[in-house]
């Protein structure tokens, strides 16, 4: 079956103690991208990336790191976490050959809490 | 990037088609529509899309305008099982969706 997974689903964790939130897609994807959700605020992209080992900031980067080592993963890794970052998170992917046109498919999302 | 402005809510009557509304009159030559649609909090579902020409597929229709700055998802017989936030995205050429904060649809029995 066609899909991103997002590993772990819900995390609870204590300001400054790194981690990371997989995500992985199985359709080959060129395109994948993080959002998080905040309540008033909508989905705001974090960062993204359109091949192995191109990423780039979104509009909310700051605080976060990702890597593009392989083409189905692209892991977010939270180096020092702070309670601001509590949020719903989601990883996307698309094909990118057609830009624009290409359909983005979302995870089942992340929910962390930072005490 | 353009923005898109949508009703906060809306209500439809199970089987009745449920007609959303969505301006987005700064929408650019090379921006496609997007509609995607969030139930609880579940990962957004995608819908459908369209660049100028209407489109249908087997989940709903998209009616765009023809100046582009306006467009209609419709559902053509909504169940309760299709209440969900209902998100118009306009989508640049650098893959970003913009989200805004969507419709919610509320379909009662």
């Known amino acids: 079956e066609a899909q991103v997974t997002q590993n772990p689903r819900y995390l609870i964790t204590v300001t400054g103690k790194k981690l990371t939130v997989t995500c992985s897609q199985n359709?080959?994807?060129?395109?994948m991208s993080w959002y998080r959700q905040d309540p008033g605020l909508g989905l705001r992209q974090i960062y993204y990336?359109?091949?192995?080992?191109?990423?780039d900031k979104g509009d909310v980067p700051e605080g976060y790191k990702v890597s593009r080592k392989e083409k189905r993963n692209f892991p977010l890794i939270l180096e020092s976490p702070s309670p601001n970052q509590t949020s719903l998170y989601f990883c996307?992917?698309?094909?990118?050959?057609?830009?624009?046109?290409?359909?983005?498919?979302f995870g089942p999302g992340t929910r962390l809490l930072v005490l | 990037d353009a923005k898109t402005t949508q009703p906060t809510s809306m209500d439809c009557a199970e089987g009745r088609a449920a007609n959303l509304p969505c301006n987005h009159s700064t929408i650019s030559g090379n921006e496609y529509v997007y509609w995607y649609r969030q139930i609880h909090s579940q990962g957004p579902q995608y819908i459908i899309h369209g660049l100028k020409n209407n489109e249908t597929n087997e989940m709903a229709s998209l009616i765009i305008t023809e100046d582009r700055k306006s467009s209609t998802l419709i559902l053509p017989h909504a169940t309760l099982r299709d209440t969900a936030v209902y998100y118009c995205?306009?989508?640049?050429?650098?893959?970003?969706?913009?989200f805004g904060q969507g419709t919610e649809l509320s379909v009662k029995p």
């Open positions: 996307a992917s698309s094909l990118w050959r057609g830009g624009a046109r290409e359909t983005q498919y």
């Open positions: 990336s359109m091949n192995v080992e191109v990423t």
């Open positions: 359709m080959n994807h060129e395109y």
């Open positions: 995205i306009v989508r640049a050429q650098g893959g970003k969706l913009i």
